[in-house]
């Protein structure tokens, strides 16, 4: 037998094994249906919570989702918003040091423009002055050339004429003379061996140191013994007033015996006297002849022969020394003519010199001022070369600034479903994660609803 107390009156009872199997069997049902329905119970709350945890979790990781994709778009707006900035401030940097340079080169333009315009007008002032200069220079050179021509024109007359009343006056000695000519004749069989004794040349020279040196000593009267160009004279006469020559004589003395069978005439030997004239730079030449002794016109006195050769006489042995008077004479009263012709043609060729100099420096002047002016004109060219390279900086920079403008704007115009077109994995994320964070909407809703 089996006791069994009762809980509530402390009873004891007997029971036998079939009853106290059945109580127990009865007991032990109903402590396990609660046994049962605690555990489901429990089992019911731990899915609970892990699904409440498993939601938590996937709204945990799509909100840190979000939180990255919000973090990763502010950081890249915030990265565009810089880069504007940085541009935006490149840009007005670069219009602010487009617009220094672009005012130097202008300024520098401008000073340029105002160096040449001042350089223009120095140049011009220059010129002008110069060419003032010289014409007044060149008139009053022509101005003293025509006064010093006048001058020679009336002195030439004056001579001319003083020339003329000497001539009239040695032709009436000549006629009063004529009786001495005469006598001459007479005796020039006797003098011309005379002559042939002890030769012409030797004559001539005695009659001259003896005649003239006495009242002319710083006078030259030598024999002519320079033979480099092939010939000479007999003899040359030189004086001087100072250091001016004024006369120069070239002699040559001719002379045969009356019995030489080959006669020469004087004709045949001027050609040579007028060539030896000129080789040895004299003014006048003078033959001294006994040859032709009957010719009427050599016996007569001086003959001129400058219709045939400039400023030569055919003498006599007896007309030497009256020669050389003539002529000395003749000259002395020309030497201030001389001088004055020789000044004025020194001072013509001076201004001749002045004239080349001026075109010289004048042609210098224009060389100088071309050079000036295209190395102007290349800097010129350069500036605008820089001006023309700053547009194209600026024009670049404007470009640049446009590209910007058009990458903010497409950086704006930029969404997720740009992102995602025909890329289907990211598209697959992004449906998932708006379809996680819509269910999770809901339970949250359905839980306000059920409390």
Not at 223 to 228: E, H, P, R, S, V
Not at 373 to 390: G, T
Request: aromatic content about 8%.
């Amino acid at each position: 037998m089996n006791e069994i107390k009762c809980p509530n009156c402390g009873k004891v009872f007997s029971v036998d094994e079939a009853s106290y199997a059945s109580v127990v069997n009865q007991v032990r049902s109903r402590e396990f249906q609660a046994d049962v329905e605690r555990r489901v119970k429990e089992m019911e709350k731990q899915q609970e919570l892990l699904r409440q945890s498993d939601k938590l979790r996937a709204e945990q990781g799509f909100q840190q989702q979000l939180n990255a994709k919000e973090q990763e778009l502010e950081r890249r707006n915030a990265e565009i918003a810089r880069l504007e900035e940085q541009l935006k401030g490149i840009a007005i940097s670069k219009q602010a040091e487009y617009e220094k340079l672009l005012a130097a080169k202008e300024a520098e333009i401008l000073q340029l423009q105002g160096q040449v315009a001042q350089s223009q007008s120095q140049t011009q002032v220059a010129i002008l002055k110069e060419q003032n200069r010289a014409n007044q220079i060149i008139q009053l050179k022509e101005s003293e050339i025509s006064t010093w021509k006048e001058r020679l024109d009336a002195e030439k007359n004056d001579s001319m004429r003083r020339e003329h009343d000497i001539r009239q006056g040695y032709e009436l000695q000549l006629k009063q003379k004529q009786d001495m000519v005469d006598y001459y004749k007479d005796l020039k069989t006797r003098m011309s061996t005379k002559m042939v004794g002890e030769t012409l040349e030797a004559h001539c020279n005695t009659l001259f140191n003896t005649t003239i040196r006495p009242i002319m000593p710083q006078a030259y009267f030598e024999k002519d013994n320079d033979a480099t160009t092939g010939s000479k004279g007999d003899f040359i006469f030189r004086d001087f007033d100072g250091d001016f020559e004024y006369i120069s004589i070239m002699f040559e003395m001719k002379n045969e015996m009356d019995e030489t069978a080959t006669k020469h005439r004087n004709e045949d030997f001027l050609k040579k006297l007028d060539e030896d004239r000129r080789t040895k730079k004299c003014e006048f030449a003078v033959l001294v002849s006994m040859l032709e002794p009957d010719s009427e016109l050599y016996n007569t006195g001086i003959v001129d022969m400058s219709h045939r050769y400039p400023k030569m006489y055919v003498i006599r042995p007896q007309f030497f020394i009256p020669i050389i008077t003539l002529l000395v004479q003749t000259s002395k009263k020309s030497i201030a003519l001389q001088r004055q012709l020789v000044l004025a043609q020194s001072q013509s060729v001076d201004v001749t010199n002045f004239e080349s100099k001026l075109n010289d420096f004048k042609e210098r002047f224009s060389n100088n001022y071309r050079l000036a002016s295209e190395k102007f004109q290349r800097a010129i060219e350069e500036i605008d070369k820089s001006i023309d390279h700053l547009q194209k900086i600026k024009a670049n920079l404007l470009g640049s600034e446009n590209n910007l403008r058009i990458a903010n704007n497409k950086a704006e115009e930029l969404t997720i479903k740009k992102l995602t077109y025909q890329n289907p994995t990211m598209k697959a994320k992004f449906d998932e994660a708006r379809k996680g964070e819509h269910n999770t909407k809901d339970d949250v809703v359905s839980e306000f609803d059920t409390e």
